[in-house]
């Protein structure tokens, strides 16, 4: 960090939705750090993030971005398939690097970039948004005190209900990777192996529903060839065993954007439940009780020392910024960052190995990843 104000110096590669959305908003209440550039193709998007943003560099050539000395981390947070490319351009650059979900087109690719991350010396973070939940926080913590016995089960329902017009470059295995799998349930599979620790072995099925051959305003385009429903069957090594299932095409699931989503563990001796829309809150139970809600712990509403106010805001919404706190508390206190991109990798492998079960009808083990 040398810039005049001894802030870090970020920049952010992909100026689409996700950076407006959560990672704009998380580096403007950062006192440590700063948006310093921004890159993008678009010229048009350029021109309305410098309003939008206040910022005044920005250009359309991410590799040149990377190499410049005056930027000293970068986030990524474009298309899946140009994932690899540029973090390996900001590797070999010596920037630190928080790359979006999911972190490419395959395990393949991941690892390499994980590989080049880690041994380049830079920090790597994977954007595994939901990790950040107050209530996941407060379940880890529950898990890891004992609190609900032995863990048997982790169950996962993602469920939205999107419009089955184009999706854009997600329709696509050749620029997403998949669907729903790879957008959706691989934040699933990350917070269920965080919680459970590593799975054994899977089944998996994919399906595609939606043609998705017209744009939103009509225009025709090449129909999807990826999942918008995915599922797995899991035996974790601890012996619990996992159920997920995700949709963008469960009608009727809006909630105010937010669509459905729990998760929830049965361990020995309780169970409890997180859900998106109630980030502040879990559902607690054991025998002889029902379910009922209960507050996280104010100290765990937001990570130590962050500026963020949890009574302000969206409670859905503003705990994603604690993700580029995560990021920026690493390089600031130069340790690693949390979820990194071997956590990227492991939960790469899974969802790699739900296509391959899919498309071999069989159980797939799962094996470590060499750290
Ligand atoms: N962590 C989360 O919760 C979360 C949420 C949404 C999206 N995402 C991920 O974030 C990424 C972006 O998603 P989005 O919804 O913001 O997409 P988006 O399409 O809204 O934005 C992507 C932007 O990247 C730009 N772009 C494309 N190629 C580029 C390149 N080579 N260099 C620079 N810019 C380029 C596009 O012009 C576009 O503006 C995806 O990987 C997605 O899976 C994660």
Redo the contacts with the bound molecule.
Sequence with gaps: MSSPSDKLRVAI??????????HVPALAIDPRAELVAV????EA?LAQRKADWGIDRVT?D?EALCADPSIDAVIV????F??K??SLAAAAAGKHIMC???LGLNAVEVREMYTAARDAGVVHMT????RFAPAMRYIKQLVQAGDLGEPRHFRSQRFLDWPETSW???QYKET?GAGDL??MTI?RIDFAVDLLGPLKSISGAVARFAPRELTADGQACPPSDVDDWSAILGEFTSGATGVWEGTTLAKGYERGGFGHEWAEINGSEGSVVYRLHEPNTILRGKTGHDLAPEQVPPELLKPAGSPRDPSQGEPATVF?YD?VWEFVSAIVEGRQAVPSFYDGLCAQVIADAALQSHAERRWVDISDEPK
């Design positions: 590669i992909g100026a689409g939705a996700v950076s407006d959305y959560h890159c993008d193709t678009s998007l359309t991410a947070a474009t298309p899946n140009t994932h490319p540029i979006e979900k999911p954007a595994f948004t939901y854009g470059w997600r997403a790879y957008d934040h994603r993700l």
